[in-house]
């Protein structure tokens, strides 16, 4: 079991910026892709970012050149730094990763971290 744990969202004014934090702990063989997806209300959750074990990734359009994803490995962590946030990035921003049980599992599991709030004023 792996339990993903967010922290650092909050309320902003547009133009600024927050730093979420994405940390994996549990039993696992493996942690590969990670990321951030977000929900807004009355919407569907939608990928925000994600970021392979080799660290390539791959960014929803709404925030390419705001948004940069990244990872500790070390430390099974990932991070979303948000600059430039607008009024419509105003979501539940959940952390999620695909893990590979043991080495000898033919799929990944995926786990989903309990969400944060991210509001930008106006």
């Known amino acids: 079991q792996v339990h993903l744990v967010e922290s650092g969202g909050g309320l902003v004014q547009a133009g600024g910026s927050l730093r979420l934090s994405c940390a994996a702990s549990?039993?696992?063989?493996?942690?590969?892709?990670m990321g951030w997806y977000r929900q807004a209300p009355g919407k569907q959750r939608e990928l925000v970012a994600a970021?392979?074990?080799?660290?390539?990734?791959n960014y929803a359009d709404s925030v390419k050149g705001r948004f940069t994803i990244s990872r500790d490995n070390a430390k099974n962590a990932v991070y979303l730094q948000m600059n430039s946030l607008k009024p419509e990035d105003t979501a539940v921003y959940y952390c999620h990763a695909q893990c590979r049980p043991t080495p000898w599992s033919r799929n990944d599991i995926d786990y989903w971290g309990q969400g944060t709030q991210v509001t930008v004023s106006s």
């Open positions: 970021i392979s074990s080799g660290s390539s990734t």
């Open positions: 549990g039993s696992t063989f493996r942690v590969n892709a």
